[in-house]
Each structure stands twice: as C-alpha cells, then as structure tokens.
C-alpha cells in the first residue's frame, strides 16, 4: 500500500454502509484514465472483472478498507478521483468486497450529503443543493434537501434505465424462476421471490443469497444482459428479489433484497436497482404519471421512486429519494508487523 495512513468518512443511506475515500487527499498516487469510465478500467486491471479484479496499489487500499477487521463483507464504499469535465463536481470509482461496481444509488446520496457537509458544493440552509457526480456509467445528479441548517433527504436522478429481456426462464436450486432484465447504469435482474418459495425477510436471507448467485450465474451469457457501452457495463450486477406489499394512495409498494456482485447483501433498498424495478413497472403499466414506488429494503427502511414525465432517447429517467447520515471519521493504518496484512473475508 503506498500511503501509511488512510483517511475515511463514513455515512449509512437506508442502512447500507459507504466508506468515502478522497484519493488526492488521502495522498493516495492519481488513478490513470481521462475519464472515470477509464479509471475505472484502470482500478479493474488488465484481464480483470468487476468481481475479481487484479492485484494493484490502489486495489490493495480498497481491499484494506472492506476486509475484516477495518471492514466486513457487507461493507461498500468510493475513491474520489476527478471528474471527466467541469460539468461535474467530482467523480467516483464505486467498490464493494469483491471489487468494483459502475453504478451506486445510495452511495450516490452518501455523496451528495458528504460534499454539502464538506463544504465542497455550496447549499443554503434552506433549499435544495445539486451535486453533480461522474460514475462509470454516467453523469448522475445528488439533490440535498436542505432545512434549517440540516441536509434532510438527497434525491438520486440516475442515467436512463431500460428494459431488455422479459420472463427470461431460469433454472434454481429453488426452482424455476422467471426473470426480468433491466439496465440503471449497471444490469439488475428481477425476480418475484414467491416465485422461489420464498419471502423477503431476514430469515429467508440464505435461501435469498444462494437464489441470488444462481441467477447471476446462470445469466452470465444472456444477450439481455450486454450493454451497448461495452463489457463495462454488460453483465447481472445484482439480483432484485421482491415482493408485494399493498400499495400505497400514491403508488406501488414493494419489498426487496438485492444480492450483488459474489453474494453481497445490500441493507438498503438499492438505488440503482430501484431505477430498475421503476423501468419494469413502468413498462408493466404499474406505475403511472404522478405515481411513486415505495420500496422497502429487508432491514424496513424505505426509499420512494419516481419516473419523470417525457420521453428520453436512451431510456426511463428515474429518481429516488432517501436519506443519508454520517457515522464515523477514520484514520485506517496497516502495522507492518501484523500478520493478517490487508485482512480477511468471513
């Protein structure tokens, strides 16, 4: 690891953890790339994935951060690296414990409520804020809500979501299970986990988990799941396991789990996964002009969709709203005597 010390702020969206890491000022060396699509290649590697990529620098550090006993296997967190033009106020390379994500709605919001409290973009005590963020699969939009001094909500608008494969069969351990396709700046395939046996609830998180890796694993070649933007973006990147929950006067209201990358849960109810389901229920004429999406995640917690109105020539365009709190500052150091080194994975 090249730097002695690694400084972190932590916050939690809806549950789910996000360990900010500002490379420049961390005096971690710059990512190469003229773009946060290419640093993101570049964090990856050579001959790498998103899910395994290659011993590097700067993997090392990511890897120091999500493993035991600084991190845990649920942990998700961002280097902050530049942006690909003035248009934006920072970019992020995502990472997770298996290694590197193109899209990321909580940590989108996590973000957008660390650069007001940080002082990197201007808000007013009262009002909304925007905080314009490079991802590698686009320019997404943090929208803080502001009142009385205190970041109260954050609104993700996320690149346009589309739909690309309906009631694809899949064969599981659980049985046989029909799957939806949708891309929200990473590919999520839905699957209705009654359809399994299954509900969504702590208890059944195992069975949910295996369901999850199955699916994934068995759509790895599906034509619906390639991206016209290239192996970056193609690919299941999560699993939406839902449910229904009697709606609500102003929409749907729904329950998932989302299993990503190899089995991660996601504790919040997934931002960019709801851009997904919005794009299905859209299509499905479940969610109309007007209408939200209330979504629950498997610890209770919420986050309320929405489609906006217009056409758009590359998909849906979708926000979703939650919250976003600070936990903790850190300052992360690896002894050279110790033996666990960067840690370990349980």
């Given at each position: 690891?090249?730097?002695?010390?690694?400084?972190?702020?932590?916050?939690?969206?809806?549950?789910?953890?996000?360990?900010?890491?500002?490379?420049?000022?961390?005096?971690l060396p710059p990512v190469p790339g003229d773009t946060v699509a290419e640093r993101c290649a570049t964090a990856i590697g050579p001959g790498g994935s998103g899910t395994?990529?290659?011993?590097?620098?700067?993997?090392?550090?990511?890897?120091?951060?999500?493993?035991?006993?600084?991190?845990?296997a649920g942990m998700y967190g961002g280097f902050v690296v530049p942006p690909d033009d003035d248009g934006a106020?920072?970019?992020?390379?995502?990472?997770?414990?298996?290694?590197?994500?193109?899209?990321?709605?909580?940590?989108?919001?996590?973000?957008?409520?660390w650069a007001v409290a940080a002082g990197r973009v201007a808000a007013p005590d009262d009002g909304d804020a925007q905080v314009r963020i490079d991802v590698p699969s686009g320019r997404v939009?943090?929208?803080?809500?502001?009142?009385?001094?205190?970041?109260?909500?954050?609104?993700?608008?996320?690149?346009?979501?589309?739909?690309?494969a309906r009631k694809v069969p899949v064969a599981t351990t659980l049985g046989m299970a029909e799957v939806d396709l949708a891309h929200a700046g990473a590919c999520y395939a839905s699957v209705a986990a009654r359809d399994l046996g299954l509900e969504?609830?702590?208890?059944?998180?195992?069975?949910?988990?295996?369901?999850?890796?199955?699916i994934r694993a068995a759509l790895a070649s599906h034509p619906g799941t390639w991206h016209p933007?290239?192996?970056?973006?193609?690919?299941?990147?999560?699993?939406?396991?839902?449910?229904?929950?009697?709606?609500?006067?102003f929409g749907p209201h729904q329950r998932n789990v989302t299993v990503f990358a190899d089995g991660q849960i996601d504790r919040s109810p997934c931002g960019s996964g709801t851009s997904a389901r919005l794009a299905l229920l859209v299509e499905d004429g479940r969610l109309g002009a007007g209408e939200d999406?209330?979504?629950?995640?498997?610890?209770?917690?919420?986050?309320?969709?929405?489609?906006?109105?217009g056409p758009s020539p590359d998909g849906l365009v979708t926000e979703v709203t939650g919250t976003a709190y600070r936990t903790g500052e850190h300052t992360f150091v690896r002894d050279p005597q110790d033996a666990l080194g960067a840690g370990f994975l349980l």
């Open positions: 690891m090249t730097a002695a010390a690694v400084r972190t702020v932590d916050y939690h969206t809806a549950g789910e953890p996000f360990r900010i890491v500002d490379v420049a000022a961390a005096g395994a990529p290659r011993r590097s620098p700067l993997d090392d550090v990511r890897r120091l951060l999500v493993q035991e006993p600084r991190g845990h106020h920072f970019g992020v390379l995502f990472w997770h414990k298996d290694g590197y994500s193109t899209a990321c709605g909580h940590g989108t919001m996590a973000l957008g409520a939009t943090a929208t803080v809500h502001r009142s009385g001094g205190r970041t109260t909500g954050v609104t993700f608008r996320n690149v346009p979501a589309r739909v690309s969504v609830s702590r208890a059944a998180l195992p069975e949910l988990v295996r369901a999850g890796q199955e933007g290239g192996p970056l973006l193609s690919g299941v990147y999560g699993v939406v396991l839902h449910e229904e929950l009697p709606d609500t006067p999406l209330l979504h629950e995640s498997v610890v209770g917690t919420v986050f309320t969709g929405r489609a906006l109105p």
